[in-house]
């Protein structure tokens, strides 16, 4: 999409944030769009000479695979302010400065939600430059009640189709793949329901345990941190309805549609949730401790570091198929990945020897991947029946997911930020298991850093 010019002001600028994911994404999309004319502040609480943030941001859009003399030019353009966000004339000072007529700016929040929220109180509150878009990075409150209450917030500050949720998944080249696969073909939309698949998980598991960042997890844990936004995404725009066109209004529609169908699976056979937390292990051979040992966990608080939902999407499309949703840290593959299981053929026609095992497809989520597994005549016995994967790597994008998700805000398209709606929406498919979860009802189990969860799971 052509973008005119644009002032990107990065709230947070000192920030771990900025450093590993803005920047370098920033500068994968400068390498692909060397016409974006694009102008970047940074701002902060901290004081940093301007000589320093330069270094960085040109270290970082390089890291990106920026073009040197690009994220030089930029390096060198850029400026630094230091800035309470939460003072209301600060603020306002600074964004008189930058104002420039024609050029709309961006207030990207990469700051913790109670600060961005106190920022946007002050927004609230002052005169606003035109067409000032803010983008907000997750989690988007904290509960359905505190996202409700700061939509209305922002709301009232820019017109939502200027505001910008941040969700770094829906930037995967996965959210383009499971659009392609699907409408793409014409062999899988028409087996894309409840007659046909059986059962359907997401997974997100990673390797990493918790790498110093207790004072943001440790409040959060898996379920907010991952299922909450990263996971319920993928799942509405793997089992949405058809779209005519992929555009904001259209995809976010048909998303809000199977997000408001989903509900916690409350039939046989599926426990609706599940929670647990790493106990010491090892992980490639490096010494993981106990999460309680974790340099700012506060062990009474029970923060779960694996999560695992069960839902059902109560619609003709899908009645009765469980959803499984399920994300930790520090677990022994990794996986990542949408695993759709078919049910099995209506009919086997007599004479083999076995069963048809039944096709399971498996979408990779980073690395993009998909693999299809198919019934075939075993090579000794023809009569035998076997499974044959085939496989294939799809391609990377060029562009990290945060570099798209700021393609989509430098643009002013947003197709792929989460609207105001539908983060609601998940908060509220969740409200039930945070009730299940504070009243006990659900054990917070244990496994160990480096396995597959724990045993009594599987
Ligand atoms: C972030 C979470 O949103 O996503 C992290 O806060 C998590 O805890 C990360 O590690 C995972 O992202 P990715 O892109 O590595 O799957």
Redesign the pocket.
């Known amino acids: 999409m052509p973008n005119g010019p644009v002032t990107l002001v990065i709230l947070g600028a000192s920030g771990d944030l900025t450093r590993r994911l803005l920047l370098p994404g920033l500068g994968t999309l400068l390498r692909t769009r060397p016409d974006l004319d694009v102008k970047l502040v940074g701002a902060a609480f901290e004081a940093l000479d301007e000589a320093e943030w330069r270094k960085r941001v040109s270290e970082a859009l390089a890291d990106g695979g920026c073009r040197v003399e690009r994220a030089e030019r930029m390096a060198s353009e850029t400026r630094y302010a230091q800035l309470d966000v939460t003072d209301g004339a600060a603020m306002k000072a600074f964004l008189a400065d930058i104002d420039e007529a024609g050029r709309p700016i961006v207030l990207y929040f990469a700051l913790p939600p109670a600060i961005s929220q106190k920022a946007c109180e002050v927004l609230s509150t002052l005169e606003l430059p035109v067409g000032l878009r803010v983008a907000i990075e ?1 989690p988007f409150g904290s509960s359905l009640e505190s996202a409700r209450a700061f939509n209305q917030l922002l709301t009232s500050v820019v017109p939502e189709e200027r505001i910008f949720r941040v969700d ?2 829906l930037g ?1 080249a996965t959210v383009v793949n499971l659009l392609g696969i699907r409408f793409g073909n014409r062999i899988f939309e028409p087996v894309w329901n409840a007659n046909n698949i059986e059962r359907v998980e997401i997974i ?1 598991d ?1 390797g ?1 345990a918790l790498e110093g ?1 207790a004072g ?2 440790d409040k ?1 844990g898996a379920l907010k ?2 299922i909450q ?2 996971l319920l995404l993928v799942m509405a725009i793997f089992a949405m309805e058809e779209p005519a066109n992929i555009d904001a209004v259209e995809l976010r529609d048909l998303m809000m549609h199977t997000l408001r169908a989903t509900k916690l699976w409350s039939g046989e056979g599926e426990v609706p949730s599940r929670r647990a937390r790493y106990a010491a292990g090892t992980i490639d051979g490096r010494e993981v401790p106990d999460y309680t040992a974790e340099p700012g966990v506060d062990p009474a608080r029970q923060t779960e570091t694996l999560a695992q939902l069960t839902v059902e999407i109560c619609n003709a499309r899908w009645a009765g198929v469980p959803f499984r949703l399920r994300s930790g ?1 520090a677990l022994g593959d990794g996986f ?1 990945g949408i695993v759709v299981k078919f049910k099995p053929v209506a009919h086997l026609p007599g004479g083999f020897h076995n069963e048809a095992p039944p096709n399971v497809m498996v979408i990779g ?2 690395p993009e991947s998909i693999a299809l597994s198919i019934t075939t005549n075993a090579e000794g016995d023809r009569w035998d029946l076997e499974q044959t994967t085939l496989s294939t790597e799809l391609s990377e994008s060029p562009i990290r ?1 945060y570099g798209e998700i700021l393609d989509g805000i430098l643009s002013g398209d947003p197709l792929l930020s989460v609207r105001g709606d539908v983060a609601e929406e998940c908060w509220r498919i969740l409200t039930p298991v945070f009730e299940a979860w504070s009243s006990g009802e659900v054990p917070l189990d244990e496994y160990t850093a480096g396995s597959y969860g724990p045993t009594s799971w599987n």
Do not use: T
């Open positions: 997750k770094h998944y995967k997100a990673e990493l960042r943001y997890y959060a941190d991952m936004s990263h840290k990542r989520i980073s997911p």
